[in-house]
Nanobody, 122 residues
Framework: QVQLVESGGGLVQAGGSLRLSCAAS????????MNWFRQAPGKEREFVGVITWSGDLASYGDSVKGRFTISADNAKNLTYLQMNSLKPEDTAIYYCAAAEKYSKYAGVYEYWGQGTQVTVSF
C-alpha cells in the first residue's frame, strides 16, 4: 500500500522559515515525480512545486518562486519543501503527491498525503 506522509507543519511568524518533509513508502518511486500543493480555506488547490525523483529537475509556482526550494533524498524516500521568507498568504494545508508525469496539475497525481497545516502569522 502506497503511503505519503507529510510532517513539519506548524505556526511561524511572517519572515520565518519551515521545512516540510514527505515520506514515501509502499512501492518503488524511482520513476515518480514528487509534487507539493497547498490549499487555503475557500481557495482552490494551488501548485507549489514539483521535483523529479532523482532531484535533477524542479519547477515552482510563481507565488513561491525564489522563496521555496524542493529537494529529494531518494535513498531515504524523502522529499523536502524548504520554505523561507514566509508570508501570511502562505497559510494553507500543504500536500505532497506522487505521479509518473512531471506536471503542475493536481489531476495527474495518483498518490496523496494527508496534508500538514502551515500557519504564518503577521
Amino acid at each position: 500500500q502506497v503511503q505519503l506522509v507529510e510532517s513539519g507543519g506548524g505556526l511561524v511568524q511572517a519572515g520565518g522559515s519551515l521545512r516540510l518533509s514527505c515520506a514515501a513508502s509502499g512501492r518503488t518511486f524511482s520513476t515518480y515525480n514528487m509534487n507539493w500543493f497547498r490549499q487555503a480555506p475557500g481557495k482552490e488547490r494551488e501548485f507549489v512545486g514539483v521535483i523529479t525523483w532523482s532531484g535533477d529537475l524542479a519547477s515552482y509556482g510563481d507565488s513561491v518562486k525564489g522563496r521555496f526550494t524542493i529537494s529529494a533524498d531518494n535513498a531515504k524516500n524523502l522529499t523536502y519543501l524548504q520554505m523561507n521568507s514566509l508570508k501570511p498568504e502562505d497559510t494553507a494545508i500543504y500536500y505532497c503527491a506522487a505521479a509518473e508525469k512531471y506536471s503542475k496539475y493536481a489531476g495527474v497525481y495518483e498518490y496523496w498525503g494527508q496534508g500538514t497545516q502551515v500557519t504564518v502569522s503577521f
